[in-house]
């Protein structure tokens, strides 16, 4: 019927009046959907594109909705819509999916479909009566894909756009919640979880699975989270980020073997190793094979994040600390001197929050003078930031200069009321002083300032309970940042 000269024809469907067809076109000089008559002459060309696209299409039983599946984004194939009164062309499926075989509801409102995203394909419906805000499938795309997480504060403005033009879309609830944990902004996401789950009809069974399990994550139930996210890769086992997540909940109970695990299972389903997030996995292994006492390994595990293109000064960090463990000092100053080369060099931390974190490596390491010598360097370039009020006073009444460490807690939180950490760290203080009483008052207001499970504060307020208890037992160690 239709014979255009080095045109390839496919995917034909009926429009309603029984006159005219609909189908793809595509030749050298692009791709388009084209309606012709019974004929084959071509009446009406619509989403023309130059790339040499593969889409192919499926017709809604109105008559009106033509929906094709796309790569002329790029990458993976996508679902979008076409108008055929207006020719108007929206993107209806967000992330990096592939979809393919969709087919409309006889009233046309829902639309199920194929859709691969990585692990075996699924099926799933879609509901057309709420088309997918282009904000939210490019603010997802970047959480998902940032080349760095110094770009999670750009993903996060897309997606609050989204929610602001779209309340009652509950996708973008939950992948704004999902942008404000990585920003650990946990009243901004646990805020956004309470409206998705008002909105949970809404989502499908692996969206309501990743709810839970960041619910979880937000109010900081590790156990929850740990089993919330188990369910999600039950549903999904090829889904990395939920590895990864999974992992650090079960650090944080100190289920290190298991974190080993996930960790390894999640680097099983990294196509790029040099990707940052591939980095953090190298991080999270190290750790738990640290705090397992098996330093050789954790060395040798934080080892490929050398390679990773960003971020990979977090596991060159790790390594260090896995040296001195190891008994390596040598091996473990050079670490950390190159930790401080490249951060000068990338120039992404001020120099008074790199002197903090060195401060800190040398304070999980037990060495106190040069924790408190970078902590001073830290405080003293600061300009009365919280986090340098809390190193170097938290490190001071560590290392016997009680009175010096308190008066400077007091003045951060005379700057800072409320701040979680300084609350700890006074009261931490406190129990120094042997004033246990209102040193568990200022931890259980520090606890009810996180919001959430703290791993630190948790051992420490079972210290000054304890002491409370049993006013002759020994003075706990404090426990470590980074441990």
Not at 338 to 343: Q, R
Request: proline share 4%; net charge negative.
């Amino acid at each position: 019927m239709t014979h255009q000269p080095a045109m390839r024809n496919g995917g034909p469907d009926w429009l309603p009046d029984g006159e005219r067809l609909i189908n793809v076109a595509r030749s050298a000089r692009g791709t388009s959907v084209q309606i012709t008559d019974l004929g084959g002459r071509v009446l009406q060309e619509l989403a023309a594109t130059d790339q040499q696209d593969t889409f192919i299409g499926s017709l809604g039983p109105l008559g009106k909705r033509f929906v094709v599946y796309s790569n002329r984004e790029g990458g993976a194939i996508g679902l979008y819509s076409l108008e055929l009164g207006t020719g108007a062309l929206t993107r209806i499926t967000a992330g990096r999916a592939t979809f393919s075989t969709a087919q409309f509801s006889p009233g046309g409102r829902y639309l199920a479909l194929q859709y691969d995203d990585g692990s075996p394909s699924d099926i799933a419906l879609l509901d057309l009566g709420q088309p997918v805000p282009q904000s939210y499938a490019e603010g997802k795309d970047l959480l998902q894909m940032a080349v760095t997480r110094f770009e999670f504060p750009n993903a996060v403005a897309l997606l609050e756009q989204a929610v602001a033009e779209h309340e009652d879309f509950p996708p973008a609830r939950l992948w704004l919640a999902i942008g404000y944990a990585k920003l650990a902004r946990w009243d901004q996401a646990r805020a956004q979880i309470d409206q998705a789950e008002r909105l949970a009809s809404g989502l499908n069974e692996g969206e309501r699975a990743l709810l839970a399990a960041v619910g979880a994550q937000a109010v900081g139930e590790p156990a929850a989270e740990i089993a919330a996210w188990k369910s999600l890769l039950a549903h999904d086992p090829g889904d990395r980020w939920a590895w990864y997540n999974l992992a650090a909940a079960q650090m944080v109970v100190e289920d290190f073997q298991a974190a080993v695990a996930a960790t390894d299972a999640a680097l099983a389903l990294v196509e790029d190793p040099a990707r940052w997030e591939a980095s953090w996995l190298y991080y999270l292994r190290s750790k738990a094979l640290y705090r397992m006492g098996e330093f050789e390994q954790a060395i040798a595990a934080a080892e490929p994040g050398r390679s990773t293109q960003t971020t990979w000064r977090s596991t060159l960090y790790r390594q260090g600390i896995a040296q001195f463990g190891a008994g390596d000092a040598d091996a473990g100053n050079a670490a950390i001197n190159e930790y401080i080369d490249w951060s000068r060099r990338e120039g992404r931390i001020s120099e008074s929050d790199l002197a903090v974190n060195v401060g800190l490596f040398y304070y999980e390491i037990g060495d106190f003078e040069q924790a408190e010598s970078y902590a001073r360097r830290g405080f003293d370039g600061a300009g009365g930031a919280s986090t340098a009020y809390w190193a170097l006073g938290y490190t001071l009444v560590e290392t016997g200069k009680l009175a010096e460490g308190m008066a400077l807690l007091e003045q951060g939180l005379d700057r800072h009321p409320g701040n979680a950490d300084l609350l700890e760290a006074y009261g931490w203080g406190l129990y120094r002083q042997g004033r246990v009483e209102a040193a568990r008052d200022y931890l259980l207001k520090a606890k009810a300032a996180y919001g959430r499970y703290n791993h630190r504060l948790e051992a420490h307020l079972a210290a000054i309970m304890l002491a409370i208890a049993n006013p002759d037992a020994p003075p706990a160690p404090a426990t470590g940042w980074l441990s």
